[in-house]
């Protein structure tokens, strides 16, 4: 056993997943574990609507296989390429003020330890390593199993229209009412915004026409002038307003089943920071990023500011812990593998963030340590303890997690 030798040698484990996490929470120089053959379907309890996997199965693989049983996952983030330990260690997320991250729909899990012990996990049995082990970072042990708790299969209609910053600011409560997964991109440089509203809906399989592949060459559009813009800064306000005319300038509707309309193609490499803030700062922070942006006409930020939001949560380092949350994502692209000045833009955006109370994507860049995460979580000195208690060597520790912890 992995495990056994490592302890052996004492050397460091780290799992790895999909591998979609841009940060280095999984990077490790010692024993590397890859959970891609841990991914088979365990059970299907339909009275229950529960699916029991294995943890390394991809969401893009059980997507089919709940189909076939007329179930789904009442919410998903925007990439399937994900395993199902790997999208609950990091705090993975959608949109929806009704829901939570993507954990809070982890009814039990099994956890391989340190010294070899398989735990199992779930409200009544383990109960505190379970509401540390929802959103794990890797830490405390291999994730085996998970049991998802699932929804009856339901189709989505996806309604994108256009609006302004301070329209959609000004009326936040009554968009959030207005639909269950809803969220907004602004164009940062400008007031525009597009509104995404996701509903339940009988409505067959739909789209507006050719909108697949306008929304393509669009992006492959956008690409060729960021790419550009490396060479002349002073266009991406212009690029980015000319971005939301081109594709997002016009009501557009799309129907289907649930996992299709929630995923989506993520069509380039790039930077990205996400954090998730109290709900009720949204508008003093979105407001204070775009005043910033004036304030600094040297300083350029890519489309989109993606801005979601998600019920909160008792699992101990969500970001969503006790508090309902707005997330808040950056992007700078790196156009054809050439990198972009971001330094300035992202120092801002975290000064932002910490400013209204934000916690970091624990999958993406951020520059905090152990004394932030005490500010930031009420749980946190919690966490540390179930850890140490099952890893008091730090055998699942890396650089990213000292971090962290010390």
Not at 109 to 132: R, Y
Not at 182 to 210: C, M
Request: glycine residues 6%; aromatic residues 12%; charged residues 20%.
């Amino acid at each position: 056993m992995v495990l056994a030798l490592a302890r052996q040698q004492n050397k460091r484990v780290k799992v790895v997943g999909g591998g979609h996490s841009p940060s280095d929470i999984a990077c490790t120089d010692g024993f590397m574990i890859h959970m891609g053959k841990m991914n088979r379907v365990l059970k299907v309890d339909t009275e229950k609507k529960q699916v029991t996997v294995e943890a390394g199965i991809l969401l893009a693989d059980l997507h089919p296989q709940l189909d076939k049983h007329g179930l789904a996952l009442s919410n998903l983030g925007a990439v399937s390429d994900v395993t199902a330990g790997g999208v609950i260690g990091s705090g993975t997320h959608n949109t929806g003020i009704k829901h939570g991250i993507l954990a809070t729909q982890v009814v039990a899990l099994t956890l391989l330890t340190a010294n070899g012990t398989i735990l199992e996990c779930s409200e009544s049995s383990n109960a505190e390593v379970f509401q540390a082990a929802r959103v794990h970072l890797g830490c405390l042990g291999v994730i085996l199993t998970v049991t998802l708790q699932c929804v009856p299969q339901f189709h989505l209609q996806e309604t994108t229209f256009p609006s302004t910053l301070k329209e959609v600011l000004d009326n936040l409560d009554s968009h959030l009412k207005k639909s269950e997964y809803f969220r907004f991109l602004w164009f940062p440089h400008s007031e525009n915004v597009s509104v995404i509203y996701q509903d339940h809906t009988n409505k067959p399989p739909s789209s507006s026409a050719n909108w697949f592949w306008d929304y393509a060459i669009g992006f492959y559009l956008l690409e060729f002038l960021l790419w550009i813009s490396t060479f002349l800064p002073g266009l991406v306000g212009w690029i980015n307003r000319f971005f939301f005319w081109l594709l997002f300038n016009g009501k557009k509707e799309n129907c289907n089943l649930s996992h299709k309309i929630f995923t989506y193609e993520c069509r380039f490499k790039q930077h990205v920071q996400d954090w998730a803030i109290p709900r009720e700062k949204t508008k003093e922070a979105l407001l204070e990023l775009k005043a910033m942006l004036e304030a600094n006409p040297k300083v350029v930020a890519h489309y989109p500011v993606e801005v979601r939001f998600t019920r909160g949560d008792d699992i101990l380092l969500s970001p969503c812990f006790q508090r309902d949350s707005c997330y808040m994502n950056i992007i700078m692209y790196r156009p054809y593998g050439k990198d972009v000045p971001r330094l300035d833009y992202w120092l801002a955006y975290e000064t932002i963030m910490k400013k209204v109370g934000g916690r970091p994507h624990w999958a993406k860049a951020h520059n905090c340590t152990r004394k932030d995460f005490e500010k930031m979580y009420p749980a946190f000195q919690r966490f540390c303890a179930i850890r140490e208690k099952l890893d008091p060597t730090g055998m699942f520790l890396n650089a990213y997690l000292e971090k962290v912890f010390y």
